[in-house]
């Protein structure tokens, strides 16, 4: 008690509580946030009273997109960087003195038939999209742990939890994603850390951008019907997507203040729709095929 009086009589010591996290009601360390739905989650963030640490790649991008201001701290980070993600959490760690909720957002998609995939799109599309995602959070989980509490969301997709013509490679990696957070749920519950996987449907971003999507550049024939048609109508859908991405930054903020999180969060009509769909099919093929899948236990 006497240390808050003293901060508040202290202007001084006030700042100094401040930047040692504090004041603010959260320190939020968010992973791709020089634009996008990221610079949006950092500002909502920001907006809620909370401390951001802002990771991306370009730092002079991130002070572009989101200002300066003694709660916001721009961290240079490639999260393929094993180091550099360790070096973004010492730097968010000795400004706010702790992190109470990462956001991994950073990624990038891929469209093309999963044959026209190549070997180097798709190798650098993992190194970011889930390779990063590790590299982030075994950076950040010790800092989380020792205090037991903390809530890692991962930023998956409605490609996550099903697969369509034209992103195959894209949702593999959402897929494993997806695996990750699971164990890790179960892994971290008994610790006091919470985890959710995102899955957001299609929102008006920037992702079907050239900046966010990488077009595979081999085109076969075959696949004119499928992952062809997609890359036919992809430029026509961009920036018409159904989804508010300032109302999804703002279920961020919801979703961190909930007392009992969800493993899974869908997000926008689209996503749930997706869901019931394919629940609704394995379902039915399930049941289909029960007899088969049965019949392969010893007998007893």
Do not use: C
């Given at each position: 008690?006497?240390?808050?009086?003293?901060?508040?009589?202290?202007?001084?010591?006030?700042?100094?509580?401040?930047?040692?996290?504090?004041?603010?009601?959260?320190?939020?360390?968010?992973?791709?946030?020089a634009?996008?739905?990221?610079?949006?989650?950092?500002?909502?963030?920001?907006?809620?009273?909370?401390?951001?640490?802002?990771?991306?790649?370009?730092?002079?991008?991130?002070?572009?997109?989101?200002?300066?201001?003694?709660?916001?701290?721009?961290?240079r980070?490639?999260?393929?960087?094993?180091?550099?993600?360790?070096?973004?959490?010492?730097?968010?760690?000795?400004?706010?003195?702790?992190?109470?909720?990462?956001?991994?957002?950073?990624?990038?998609?891929?469209?093309?038939?999963?044959?026209?995939?190549?070997?180097?799109?798709?190798?650098?599309?993992?190194?970011?999209?889930?390779?990063?995602?590790?590299?982030?959070?075994?950076?950040?989980?010790?800092?989380?742990?020792?205090?037991?509490?903390?809530?890692?969301?991962?930023?998956?997709s409605?490609?996550?939890?099903?697969a369509?013509?034209?992103?195959?490679?894209?949702?593999?990696?959402?897929?494993?994603?997806?695996?990750?957070?699971?164990?890790?749920?179960?892994?971290?519950?008994?610790?006091?850390?919470?985890?959710?996987?995102?899955e957001?449907?299609?929102?008006?971003?920037?992702?079907?951008?050239?900046?966010?999507?990488?077009?595979?550049?081999?085109?076969?024939?075959?696949?004119?019907?499928t992952?062809?048609?997609?890359?036919?109508?992809?430029?026509?859908?961009?920036?018409?997507?159904?989804?508010?991405?300032?109302?999804?930054?703002?279920?961020?903020?919801?979703?961190?203040?909930?007392?009992?999180?969800?493993?899974?969060?869908?997000?926008?009509?689209?996503?749930?729709?997706?869901?019931?769909?394919?629940?609704?099919?394995?379902?039915?093929?399930?049941?289909?095929?029960?007899?088969?899948?049965?019949?392969?236990?010893?007998?007893?």
């Amino acid at each position: 008690m006497a240390n808050a009086v003293q901060a508040q009589s202290n202007p001084q010591a006030q700042s100094h509580a401040e930047a040692r996290g504090g004041s603010f009601k959260r320190v939020w360390f968010i992973t791709g946030a020089a634009r996008g739905i990221g610079a949006l989650i950092a500002k909502a963030a920001l907006a809620d009273g909370n401390a951001v640490v802002a990771a991306g790649r370009n730092v002079e991008a991130i002070v572009r997109a989101l200002g300066e201001s003694p709660a916001l701290l721009p961290v240079r980070l490639d999260v393929t960087s094993e180091a550099e993600a360790h070096a973004a959490v010492q730097a968010a760690v000795a400004r706010f003195g702790r992190i109470d909720v990462v956001i991994n957002n950073a990624g990038f998609g891929l469209l093309g038939a999963v044959e026209e995939s190549s070997d180097a799109d798709v190798r650098r599309m993992y190194d970011t999209n889930v390779f990063g995602l590790l590299n982030v959070t075994r950076a950040v989980l010790p800092v989380m742990r020792a205090r037991r509490a903390g809530h890692v969301i991962n930023i998956s997709s409605l490609g996550g939890y099903r697969a369509a013509v034209g992103f195959g490679a894209y949702s593999s990696t959402k897929f494993a994603v997806e695996g990750l957070s699971e164990a890790l749920h179960a892994e971290l519950a008994p610790l006091g850390i919470h985890v959710t996987v995102v899955e957001p449907g299609y929102f008006r971003t920037d992702f079907l951008d050239s900046a966010s999507l990488t077009v595979a550049a081999s085109v076969i024939d075959d696949y004119a019907g499928t992952a062809g048609r997609i890359r036919e109508v992809a430029g026509t859908l961009n920036h018409q997507q159904p989804g508010d991405p300032a109302r999804l930054a703002q279920a961020m903020v919801t979703l961190v203040d909930a007392e009992a999180p969800p493993l899974r969060l869908p997000l926008g009509t689209d996503a749930l729709r997706t869901i019931e769909e394919k629940n609704a099919y394995v379902a039915r093929e399930t049941q289909a095929w029960r007899a088969l899948a049965s019949s392969t236990d010893f007998a007893a």
